[in-house]
């Protein structure tokens, strides 16, 4: 089953929202890895404040927002 990454933080409310959608929309076609971009120093310098992000295979498919359409695009295997 694919894995979609999802870098957030505790408290973020964008995070919440973008977590809740994209968990309704994959329903069970993949499988949602959250990641707490405070736990590793790295995360903190690569995201900052740019949360929620969300990524496929190493590749950023969205930031703040949900994008749909760049996720289906990425597990389809589409650019």
């Known amino acids: 089953m694919p894995v979609v990454d999802v870098y957030s933080r505790q408290g973020c409310h964008l995070c919440e929202v973008l977590l809740e959608q994209l ?18 120093v790295a ?5 900052g404040f740019d949360v929620p992000v969300v990524e496929y295979q190493g590749v950023r ?5 949900l ?5 289906w695009q990425a597990l389809a295997g589409k650019d």
């Not at 968990?23 to 590793?40: R, Y």
């Not at 498919?61 to 927002?65: A, P, S």
């Not at 994008?67 to 996720?71: E, G, L, M, Q």
């Open 67 to 71: 994008d749909r359409d760049a996720v």
């Open 23 to 40: 968990l309704e929309f994959l329903d069970g076609k993949a499988t949602v890895a959250v990641h707490d971009v405070d736990s590793q």
């Open 43 to 47: 995360w903190q310098k690569e995201y």
């Open 61 to 65: 498919l969205c930031v703040h927002r």
